[in-house]
């Protein structure tokens, strides 16, 4: 995951206190929270947004259904408006702020609570930037908490307002079902984009192993691997809220839930092999620098070898003898000359021959 320089608000913060305590924890993702509050019937939908809190706390919304959306988790005062306002118990108001929570779903008596993660892909850094997505279902409402805003759910928003869309005339739980569907979705986009860069990290494995590719392929591993831990629980979680009957989806949305958790099932499967995939490039990589390492060190164990009939020579006549053969002859010097290096080529033609002198 690609590394930010913004505040953080850290764990240490809640140390001691009691739980249900409204404690931001995590990433300060957006200068000032926003509120958004979506009634929609049949007939139409009302969209209201909110500049401040004091604003919110005066409008009184009508008896239909809502959809309330907040971006900005920093900030207490609004969780414990929200909170007021939908009577949502502290352990759940605490675990919103906390953007460290694994993915889950907890029953209440009035609602369903339920963390998911949602996930972007830079292509700057090329990497995956996550953010934490609770959505509170009741029984005429959908509360979704996100820490910055993303565009994610902008297209559910879209068929809210068309008049063609028939999510007006469902229930606030197949809003929520729709919301799950769409991070489910963009799950599959992540994964296209890691399997893009495994295949291009491949090709440089096998033509350019360097240390920086080693580092990438380390790094996109761990990309694999905290989208893994995002999927993993939220297919039980998917596959909790398609069995169980409790009251807060309909049989119909139960039906399209099961439909999301065989994608998620799907996208694990995937996920998995673009995971193989990055092990066996760090073999390939290795094999690569192994192959080089042994090529490099044939080519310097022959240029070794030719020079050894050139120091057997040198050495014969550098010996401290009178009585030697060609050691007074004028052309002693041209005819041990001549004998390295006619020593030397062919003992080159014969490694040629058995391709020890190339390197591919």
Avoid at 110 to 122: G, K, Q
Wanted: proline share 4%; glycine share 6%; with cysteine.
């Amino acid at each position: 995951m690609r590394k930010s320089s913004k505040k953080r608000s850290h764990p240490t913060r809640k140390l001691g206190l009691p739980p249900g305590s409204l404690v931001h924890i995590g990433e300060i993702k957006t200068e000032k929270p926003s509120i958004t509050l979506i009634e929609f019937d049949s007939n139409g939908v009302q969209e209201t947004r909110f500049d401040s809190l004091e604003a919110s706390r005066l409008y009184q919304p009508g008896n239909g259904k809502l959809w309330l959306n907040v971006y900005g988790l920093h900030d207490p005062a609004v969780m414990t408006e929200i909170g007021r306002r939908f009577k949502l118990h502290p352990l759940v108001q605490e675990d919103i702020l906390n953007t460290h929570q694994r993915p889950k779903n907890d029953e209440y008596a009035d609602y369903l609570y339920i963390v998911a993660r949602c996930f972007d892909f830079d292509p700057e850094s090329r990497s995956l930037t996550s953010d934490q997505v609770s959505i509170v279902l009741g029984h005429n409402f959908v509360l979704t908490f996100q820490e910055r805003a993303t565009g994610t759910f902008e297209a559910v928003r879209e068929r809210l307002r068309s008049e063609r869309g028939a999510m007006r005339t469902h229930g606030v739980d197949y809003l929520a079902y729709a919301l799950l569907d769409t991070l489910v979705d963009r799950y599959f986009v992540m994964l296209d984009n890691l399997a893009d860069m495994a295949e291009e990290l491949e090709d440089q494995a096998l033509t350019r192993p360097t240390p920086e590719l080693l580092a990438e392929i380390n790094r996109v591993k761990h990309e694999a691997l905290v989208l893994r831990r995002a999927v993993w629980p939220l297919r039980e979680v998917l596959n909790s809220l398609g069995r169980a009957d409790n009251g807060f989806f309909s049989s119909e949305t139960r039906l399209y839930l099961r439909d999301i958790y065989d994608h998620t099932v799907h996208v694990l499967e995937t996920l998995e092999s673009v995971r193989d995939l990055l092990a066996d490039l760090l073999d390939i990589y290795l094999s690569s620098v192994s192959n080089r390492l042994n090529t490099e060190v044939r080519i310097l164990t022959v240029l070794t070898t030719l020079f050894m009939p050139a120091t057997l020579i040198a050495g014969i006549f550098g010996m401290n003898f009178h009585d030697m053969p060609l050691l007074d002859t004028h052309d002693g010097f041209d005819m041990a000359m001549g004998m390295m290096i006619g020593a030397a080529a062919l003992m080159a033609a014969s490694f040629w021959r058995r391709n020890w002198l190339r390197t591919r």
